[in-house]
């Protein structure tokens, strides 16, 4: 009987702590999320749109989770250097410029690529500042 109580309270502990451990991940996720839409509506709402629909044939919707997924890496440099090449995204091209915006930090990109990559349609979860620093290593 002691020994099944010892190790039904075990189990249960362990449940709690696995538990509590994805809810804290998924707390982030949603900090990030919430500070990236402000950002969002700070910096790139009026080119891109309030429900990422874009502008026409100046700036490109970003709806398009393939794209995004394809290109998760460059996402950050795209928004720390701007782009001054022609991209194709759902078989349309666009080759106006992007402006960079170079005085946001590595956390403001991450929340940034959280909020983008998981809104219009998007599902590609966390983001970190780790992941701006070392996708910007490597902009061309």
């Known amino acids: 009987m002691r020994k099944s109580l010892s190790l039904i309270f075990f189990a249960a502990t362990l449940s709690m702590a696995v538990y509590s451990c994805q809810n ?6 949603d900090i990030y999320y919430t500070n990236g839409r402000d950002i969002y509506i700070k910096n790139c709402q009026n080119c891109h749109g309030a429900k990422g629909e874009g502008l026409g044939e100046l700036a490109p919707a970003l709806t398009d989770s393939i ?9 950050a440099c795209y928004i720390k250097n ?3 090449e022609e991209i194709s995204i759902n078989g349309k091209k666009y080759q106006e ?17 959280v909020y983008i990559s998981n809104s219009f349609g998007n599902k590609q979860g966390h983001y970190t500042p780790e992941n701006v620093a070392s996708d910007l290593k490597n902009c061309e």
Do not use: C, E, V, Y
């Not at 804290?24 to 996720?29: H, I, V």
């Not at 794209?67 to 996402?75: E, V, W």
């Open 82 to 84: 701007g782009l001054n």
């Open 24 to 29: 804290a991940a998924q707390l982030q996720q």
């Open 97 to 113: 410029k992007m402006p960079g915006f170079p005085s946001l930090a590595n956390i403001d990109i991450a929340q940034l690529i």
């Open 67 to 75: 794209f995004l997924k394809t290109n998760k890496q460059n996402i």
